[in-house]
């Protein structure tokens, strides 16, 4: 079995700061890319940011220059440090990794249960 532990939401006023983490634990051979996406209500699910085993990144424009996502190999963790927060980054955040449990499975896309970010006015 395989999960991803999220943890880190909560209540933040506008202009504020939060640090999400997301642990995988089981059985895990390796992770290729870990990734944070967001849903807002009555919204699709959309991408935050991504970050790569060699550790390139990639943002949604919303976010750029705001949140900064990162990772720990060693602890098969994802981060993402969120600065500057508006309103509308109000959402469930979601972690998801592409990782494999044994050196001869193909990579599959596991996610975390879900935090909550609510940022007030």
């Known amino acids: 079995q395989v999960q991803l532990v999220e943890s880190g939401g909560g209540l933040v006023q506008a202009g504020g700061s939060l640090r999400l983490s997301c642990a995988a634990s089981?059985?895990?051979?390796?992770?290729?890319?870990m990734g944070w996406y967001r849903q807002a209500p009555g919204k699709q699910r959309e991408l935050v940011a991504t970050i790569t085993s060699g550790g390139s990144t990639d943002y949604a424009d919303s976010v750029k220059g705001r949140f900064t996502i990162s990772r720990d190999n060693a602890k098969n963790t994802v981060y993402l440090q969120m600065n500057s927060l508006k309103p509308e980054d109000t959402a469930v955040y979601y972690c998801?990794?592409?990782?494999?449990?044994?050196?001869?499975?193909?990579?599959?896309?596991?996610w975390g249960q879900g935090t909550q970010v609510t940022v007030s006015s």
């Open positions: 998801q990794a592409d990782l494999r449990r044994t050196s001869w499975s193909i990579p599959y896309a596991y």
């Open positions: 089981g059985t895990v051979f390796s992770i290729n890319a």
